[in-house]
């Protein structure tokens, strides 16, 4: 039986797949991942094995480590932007590997990478939710559930996260870890920030939610904004998770998010000249137009795997690879 090894940027693949102490979305296109393997005749073998007798490595998100270079075929899947992993991104990253599996193409061949190894793939999502959460009634306008973070590079948006936040809006109600500390941008005041709790106080946080989806399913509106803003390709769980909590989305994430996810499923921040107006016109929109949103939802999230989002297309893609 042939051997692959799977190396993640954050955790052990095998210990996370089966502890499942993921995200549902992670979860499931962990699973397929390892189905896909398995029923092509590999051994999915943990990290440390060391072993020559290994076929294939799997990078998601990092680089092979010295004593796996000798592995002939070694496949990288990109799931994090350019501001997070920056390193992920370069052409000496993707020259290391047979195969890159990416959400965004064009950038890894503008700085040079063969286009041949190159395979794309958006961030494969499960369109599975809870009907009685999606169909609760949204008695509240909005909100915003994200961790307070900092990081810098061009396009990055949890500034933005917090200038929202920290703009008091009062029908706004904001969860998420480490709203209630002050966290610095730069070094080396962001390290001590994050090691020194420096308490900070904002009246519309409402503390760290055990199930998002149960909190977000309370609120017409959600505010979805991508880590990263303008990065072709680069969609994360945001935009879906308030989608299955039944709220709209007001989304801000990159520019081509219409060729991915049809436009009368959310509110487009880039269609507006500040955030402020969108928040305007989701407060002032129709009960009538809302509803008819939430049934383009509810369809886009059913049909989700006949997408570019789906998992079985992710299967096929990573076959393709190996």
Partial sequence: MKKVKIIMRHGDFLKVLQQKRVHNDLSAYLEIMFSVLTSLGYQVVPESYTAKDVAVLICIDCKPKVADFKIQ??????????????????????????????????LLQQRGVDPKKLIFQLLPRS??????????EKNKFC??????????????????????????????????????????????????????????RRENWRGTPDNKFAVGSRYRFQLAIENTVGFEGYVTEK??????????????????INDCVPSDTFI?????????????????????????IQENIKGFLTNLENTDFGLRLFSNVLESAL
């Fill in 239 to 256: 935009i879906f998770d308030c989608m299955k909590a039944g709220s709209i989305p007001i989304y801000l994430g990159p520019k081509n």
């Fill in 268 to 292: 487009n921040i880039n269609d507006f000249s500040h955030w402020r107006n969108a928040l305007d016109y989701a407060k002032n929109m129709p009960d009538k137009d809302a509803k008819a």
């Fill in 143 to 200: 909100c915003l559930i994200a961790s307070n973070k900092k990081i810098t590079g061009q396009n990055e948006a949890y500034s933005l996260r917090e200038r929202i936040v920290d703009s008091q809006i009062s029908d706004l109600d904001v969860y998420g870890h480490d709203w209630d500390r002050k966290i610095f941008k730069y070094q080396p005041l962001r390290f001590f920030s994050r090691r020194v709790k420096i308490k900070y």
């Fill in 127 to 136: 369109g599975t939710f809870d009907s009685k959460q999606f169909h609760s």
């Fill in 73 to 106: 075929q070694r496949i990288l899947i990109q799931h994090e932007c350019i501001n997070i992993a920056p390193q992920m991104w370069t052409k000496s990253t993707a020259d290391i590997f047979t195969k890159v599996i990416t959400f965004n193409k064009l």
